[in-house]
């Protein structure tokens, strides 16, 4: 941009721009529907009289229009085809094309969820092969397909233990959870009416056993444990952890969003966990979609697996499918079967990788977080300092400390260089948290180029500290008045009457 | 590996920088008990090209609704797709992309919510509309958990005209003891609301919101005007659970009373999919804002003063409030949702109201053309818009199953939907009653050849 | 970019990163074939001896390199997609997404060319269909689909002409074009074996008949004209020109790739054109890919029909379709049957609109583009003021006279603004030209936009000419040095060994 | 209307603004007898949704090769095509660009055909390559008046054992005037280079090119590197037509002698589409660099410096030299390039290697195969690669509709091609050859049931 006149921007349209509502005119018009070939119908009479007066003021485009519209938002986002992605946490791995294909097959996508099961047999056989290939991961037999995120998932197994508890007589209101869980533990908890404990972390990161085995009691109905935990870490005491748990007549909880990291090498159902959440749009691949779709999964004991809701779809002895309803169902946690378009993907990564590639994926996850973490351990603070798993948890309290540069800025300076941030401010229990995720499927160019700017950043924040703290400077739009944007909450068009 | 962009030799690489020997050292600090010690026996391995034949066998082992002539409704409708859609879908910086926690670099998902919230406010009448729920039935749970936060009150009375599905997930949610559920049987197809049946359930004082769905689960209209003012009279909220299509023509239930409006978004360009992904969507009075579950998307600037969009009310959310929070729900279903924002754009205000009414129109047809074929008996008169359901005097398998080989897809039986002591149907006649939903797809050609084969059973 | 701090560039990447070669490594994949399952031949026995020493050093990368580098490459491309392309005698119009659908259907895509005839009756119908629709069109009962583009069917057509002169025993030796002409007309006529007269065009831009009829003699063979010609005029005199060819003895060939302008409004038929090709990928909607593949199929009279190439698909009158060869055919110009894919594009855009809607579309686009020489005239010289068809062609000449702003600068200044210059330096004639062709399917507020931007264009070069001199700033390139490109050639990676 | 942005209301606003009264008006300049004067007969104005289901109605219509057990090939190939291929090839900047002739916003498209360039450099064994021409049968015969034009020679020598629809191709363009053409016969399956078939046809002096394809169109290898040596002592220059997927195990024509190399590209990435598009390819050595028909890309700096692509030596082309421009071509193929660039990158290096050594591997098995059934003779014993003809005894009609029905697409009937009587093949025998080729996607299982069904005749 060197030599650049000052009116070189002059009629450049960047960042947002109309509002689709915005566009458009009275005629215009994208599809229609044929013309109607049967008797109109007066739709006052058709519906007693509950008809609307006014025509709902959506937008009125032409196709073009809305080619354009979407292209330029298009052009504002960055996925993971645009670049590194490593937000701790959530796994931006590369989502394969083909599976993109194979969810989009009329076979699959042209179902509809009631019709005869003789006609849906292919779906119901890809639905049992990913339940079957999930409860080999996971080492826990029962699964259900019906969740349609992690928090749902989670959502799905407390209310399986509560019946569990529940038939048993036992009446226990509490579920404990460690200080570095991530927010949907918590507030599951809560919606399942149980009672929040926190557990403290211990100086390596894992669960505090004594603060634990004091907390345990009667009273306890489950212990939710991520693990590798939201640190990166795989808990030491695991094992003790699970024991103890077990020993106070409580249930263990996995939260599988790390799982990632021990495909093939540890199984949360050998371990001690009599449940567990599976993200299928963190660890098999399917796309996060600006937010979802994705599904969660759930892996249960044989104890919790008469619990789980239903329909089940199961492998019939003569080589059919059917759907099953377990014993004491809980009942359903939402209409139909899943996200089955989801769970197609996901199959397709299952049946491209198989168990061999699943856990070479684990290997090259950890792998690769742990080169990004002795990479980047001189340059910022590292809390915990052992072998992570597939993520690592650095500090920005040293730039904060001496240059005032915060890990917001840090973050908002990595845009500038073209990166993803990572997650931020998570775990809440280290400091201006830098919570970095790479992935199996960054390259190691791509790896070394985020040390190289995180490196960058780092000397930045220290010679020219203004600098990241004004980032970002090349984005479409620039740091937001994010507070004005919750005090006069404006969420949606009016249109002008 | 595929997929690995890592190779072997850089794994060396990696490993010494590292400092370890082998990749197992990695692992050191997972205990020897903790490790697993065999190979996962899982299938796999396919070359792409394997795959793509393996996927495509399964896909067709199935013989899909879509590119049948189907009938087939009940809370999931085979209604065109504009070709536009998809290719938005498909374009990776929207599909690829992590939830919009960075605005600077995802304006293009947080614009697009924007405007799917201002579209689903338009069509529910609502002041404001989240990003999307899980579905239609996690929607309608949250809208009465939401109500009880509201009300501090803890029964919920949910018409027993709801989607069975969706009543059984309200009761699983129930099971967790935050609320109660009283159920209102229906008269003639739909609630009574000026009869005892909800008027000896709906307690002032107790009653934290009356759930309504309108067309309800047999395809006809409720009184969502009497529902609502029942509901005020005694304090509760009044939910109501649309078809967000058919909401170009009927009276927005905003119009109509309703506090809180859910749904499930599938039938707004998103594929039937075997019953997901689609999407729930939840709009409300301006008032309840900040109880409402779920992300919302608001327009601020930038620090240049240049309109922007962002995240925002998030301390409604687990992330920060945990415990606390409206919802537990994170990952939502934002890329149906934008299927649905470019679906609205595509057919348009005018479009929108033009296929609403076929779907109508031709509903109103088929009913017509099935009662004369003597085949079938009307279960009540009961107002309706593309949905019906008729008492067929034979074995409803039978039929469903010769209509099917012959190409048809006649309906779907009201008992598949799960139990239906709730409705208030009478047991003897609910097992043969069969639902049909006709969309804008179905032409009248394919009506009366239908009802032709239908006579001819 | 106010306030923007010096380094604020540091480290982000901008314009062409590495190549794909320069990427990856050794042992990087994307897909690979199954194992082989049968058994291993010897390839030097199983080729005698033709076999290639060392590997083909091609890329060696990932799936999700792949995805990231073309989608870096695709974000420094501008397509309709992104913005108004008013590239003159180009018709940059949208092309719907149906299309693209129907196209890439399996019935469709995976046909093999000798398949049983049985086995191809719907993708014959559709061929027949096309045809029987750019017959309608042109007025011309004869159609060939196998020209791959306007070019092609330009030589295709010529050749036709050439064996219709050689079976009546004329050696004709010349073809007269227009000084108005596209470079194809004369280069075609060449590689037809054809010497070109150009024939000048007078004062109103139609074809000046005094010198049409000087030029006219037993030694032409044929005269080509473009009808609207490329200053976006409909030719007047047009009746008496294609007379004039005929009493000579010559034929009249049409270039159709303004065709947009004349769909039910004129056809070439209708006013003494023997012979015509038709760009699909311009008037039919079909998208031009980044420069093809496009289509160019020819219509003729039915005394050029016998000489048109076979194979050719035909309506049979028992309801089924088959392949002829017509009776006198110059032979193939290509292998196979055209671009099908292309075809089924077009075939789609016209079922789409029909006649009447075909119409409506010439209509527009003339309406559109004489909008904006009317609200653009005061601005920029009008060499040819009279009402003009689909497109116009202003003049930069005031500009670069008055300010030294050359088309070329203001070309490269609209591209700040958002939009695709028009068609620069053409026609021949026209100095500083400035060909202009908005299309139909631009809404009237991009017309607006795109007036204001050349209005703006227009005062900086009066105020800060050195602003459109220095453009483009806000691209991922600026202005290139093609010289050297030409001087030193690199036109391609090599490897190292 | 459809794709019409701009509204009636707006349509008489713009009317007023250019001075007209109505849409006639600005027709006035077209003679009445030059207007058409009623509307045109083309059936259309389907809604989309009409438009899918007609379009699917003929696709329907069809039987596609791509989804039977196909041993087609004869010019056009069915191998797998990696699903990154086409969602490349979706991205709207692609496929609604424009030839880049604004390189400023054009180093998409611009970058991807240099790197396109370079693949086929490589693959040819060529110093450059074109940035495509319509098809190979086109590239044969641009290379051939390429050659006329640089040695200032008419007559070009073909191998009769080029592909039939090749060689119309040429005589077509021969027919202009510009060069001649003499062909050269077989002898067991192959041009024998040292035969008096040969030297009786190439002429020192008068012959501007001997066009060879390796594999012809029988599968057979040729033998090049004699070819070229004969070429070149009589000073023409040697074409060789190759097909660039085996071009990754067979020796590089460059390397054999060839001066420019062509061919079909159709088997990098793309769809087999009942013959088109695929693209032409055009490599060549680089004194000839100015003589090259078709557009080419290179790399230069831009005015900051930084590295940029552009297209180039543009005064080869139409737009600029017109009648002395070394070809007619204007469009070209760019996006069956660009898949053919990414098909490339996704199969990689070893990749192509792999299916290579598949197809050709498994040619040999299924003709074993099929000799071992007795059911069909070799009319050979020549060198080939992934396609070889065999002769059947009986009515091959039969026997492959026969088969067709059971889900095979038994090769291509030779017949099929066009006129064989150049090809020097006995006409008694050529009607009875039946070419079969085999790719990747042919599976040994598969390949034991063709052969059963063929016995079982
Ligand atoms: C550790 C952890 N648990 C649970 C979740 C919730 O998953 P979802 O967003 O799929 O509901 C997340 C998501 O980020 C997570 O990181
Ligand atoms: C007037 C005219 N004729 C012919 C052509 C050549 O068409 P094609 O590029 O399809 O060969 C063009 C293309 O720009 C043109 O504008």
């Known amino acids: 941009m060197t030599g650049q006149p000052r009116h070189a921007e002059r009629g450049v349209r960047r960042g947002p721009r109309e509002l689709i509502f915005e566009m458009g005119s009275p005629e215009s018009r994208c599809v229609e529907p044929p013309a109607l070939d049967v008797p109109e119908v007066d739709l006052a009479e058709a519906l007693g009289g509950a008809v609307r007066e006014e025509p709902v003021a959506l937008p009125r485009v032409t196709e073009v229009q809305i080619a354009r519209h979407y292209a330029h938002l298009a052009s504002m986002n960055f996925g993971v085809d645009s670049g590194s992605y490593p937000l701790g946490s959530c796994t931006m791995k590369y989502n394969p094309r083909v599976n993109e294909d194979a969810a989009r097959l009329e076979g699959f996508a042209g179902l509809h969820p009631y019709q005869p099961l003789e006609s849906v047999q292919g779906a119901l056989e890809m639905m049992a092969g990913l339940a079957e290939a999930l409860a080999e991961v996971s080492g826990l037999p029962g699964v259900t397909l019906q969740p349609a995120a992690g928090a749902h998932g989670e959502l799905t197994a407390l209310m399986c233990i509560r019946a569990y508890h529940a038939e048993r007589g036992a009446v226990r209101s509490r579920v404990l959870i460690p200080d570095t869980a991530h927010g949907t533990n918590p507030a599951t908890v809560a919606m399942c009416g149980y009672d929040v404990t926190t557990v403290r972390s211990d100086a390596a990161g894992g669960v505090d056993v004594v603060a634990l085995r004091e907390a345990l009691d009667a009273d306890v109905a489950a212990v939710m444990l991520t693990n590798p935990n939201t640190l990166g870490l795989f808990d030491e005491n695991i094992l003790e952890v699970t024991r103890l748990v077990h020993a106070a007549g409580a249930l263990a909880y996995c939260d599988g969003a790390n799982l990632n990291a021990v495909m093939g090498i540890s199984r949360p159902g050998g371990i001690g966990f009599d449940a567990l959440h599976i993200n299928l749009h963190k660890t098999f691949s399917t796309p996060h979609g600006g937010g979802g779709p994705g599904a969660g999964p759930v892996c249960v004991s044989a104890e919790l697996a008469p619990y789980l809701p239903g329909p089940i779809p199961v492998r019939v002895p003569d080589g059919t499918f059917r759907f099953e309803n377990p014993a004491r169902s809980i009942g359903r946690v939402r209409s139909f079967y899943g996200n089955v378009g989801v769970l197609v993907r996901a199959y397709a990564y299952v049946r491209a990788l198989g168990g061999a590639g699943l856990r070479e994926v684990s290997e090259q996850a950890v792998l690769s977080a742990n080169y990004l973490k002795e990479r980047l351990r001189t340059h910022y603070d590292l809390p915990y300092d052992k072998t992570c798993m597939h993520e690592f948890v650095l500090s920005g309290s040293r730039q904060k400390r001496e240059y005032g540069v915060r890990t917001l800025d840090i973050a908002k300076r990595l845009l500038d260089f073209g990166f993803h941030p990572p997650t931020v401010y998570f775990p809440l229990i280290v400091e201006e948290a830098l919570m970095i995720e790479p992935t199996e499927t960054e390259s190691l160019a791509e790896l070394d180029r985020f040390v190289d700017a995180m490196v960058a950043i780092a000397e930045e924040a220290a010679a020219e500290p203004e600098v990241p703290k004004g980032a970002p400077y090349t984005t479409p739009v620039r740091r937001l008045d994010e507070a004005g944007a919750a005090r006069n909450p404006d969420l949606r068009y009016r249109p002008e009457v | ?457």
């Open chain 2, 1 to 457: 590996m595929r997929h690995i962009s890592v190779t072997c030799e850089q794994r060396e690489a990696m490993l010494r920088a590292v400092g370890c020997e082998s990749v197992e050292e990695l692992f050191a600090d997972i205990p020897r008990d903790a490790r697993f010690d065999r190979e996962l026996a899982i299938e796999g391995g396919l070359a792409e090209m394997e795959l793509v034949a393996h996927v495509r066998g399964l896909a067709g082992a199935n013989t899909p609704a879509g590119g049948m002539v189907s009938f087939a409704g009940a809370g999931c409708y085979d209604h065109y797709v504009p070709a536009i859609v998809d290719h938005v879908l498909r374009k990776p910086e929207f599909f690829t992309a992590y939830t919009p926690y960075q605005p600077e670099v995802s304006q293009g998902t947080l614009q697009a919510m924007y405007e799917y919230q201002s579209m689903m406010a338009l069509l529910t009448g609502m002041d404001v509309s989240n990003a999307s729920l899980y579905d239609g039935a996690t929607a309608l749970v949250e809208a009465a958990m939401m109500a009880v936060r509201i009300t501090r009150r803890r029964q919920v009375v949910c018409a027993g005209t709801v989607h069975p599905e969706w009543q059984s997930t309200l009761l699983t949610y129930a099971a967790a003891g935050n609320f109660d559920v009283a159920f209102v049987p229906s008269r003639g197809g739909a609630v009574a609301f000026d009869s005892e049946d909800v008027t000896s359930v709906l307690r002032e004082g107790a009653t934290a919101a009356l759930l309504v769905s309108s067309p309800n689960v047999l395809g006809n209209v409720e009184d969502v005007q009497r529902a609502a003012s029942l509901a005020h009279e005694t304090g509760a909220l009044l939910v109501v659970a649309a078809n967000p299509l058919l909401l170009a023509v009927m009276a927005s239930p905003g119009d109509q009373g309703a506090d809180i409006v859910v749904g499930e978004g599938q039938p707004l360009g998103n594929a039937m999919s075997f019953g997901g992904p689609g999407f729930g969507f939840f709009a409300c009075r301006e008032e309840y804002l900040r109880h409402v579950p779920g992300r919302l998307v608001g327009r601020t600037v930038d620090m240049d003063g240049n309109p922007a969009f962002v995240l925002t009310l998030s301390t409604r959310e687990q992330h920060i409030r945990r415990e606390k929070a409206t919802s537990n729900i994170c990952s939502n279903q934002a890329l149906c949702a934008l299927a649905a924002a470019v679906y609205l754009s595509a057919v348009g205000r005018d479009g929108l109201a033009a296929t609403a009414r076929a779907c109508i129109a031709k509903a109103h047809y088929l009913r017509e053309a099935l009662l004369a074929t003597g085949r079938f008996r009307a279960p009540w008169d009961s107002a309706f818009a593309h949905e019906f359901g008729l008492i067929y005097d034979g074995d409803v398998t039978a039929m469903r199953d010769a209509l099917f080989a012959q190409g048809f897809l006649a309906g779907v039986p009201l008992s598949m939907l799960g139990p239906l002591d709730r409705t208030g149907i009478d047991p003897g006649v609910a097992d043969s009653i069969v639902l049909f939903a006709v969309t804008e797809k179905r032409s009248r050609a394919e009506i009366d050849e239908f009802a032709a084969r239908v006579a001819a059973l």
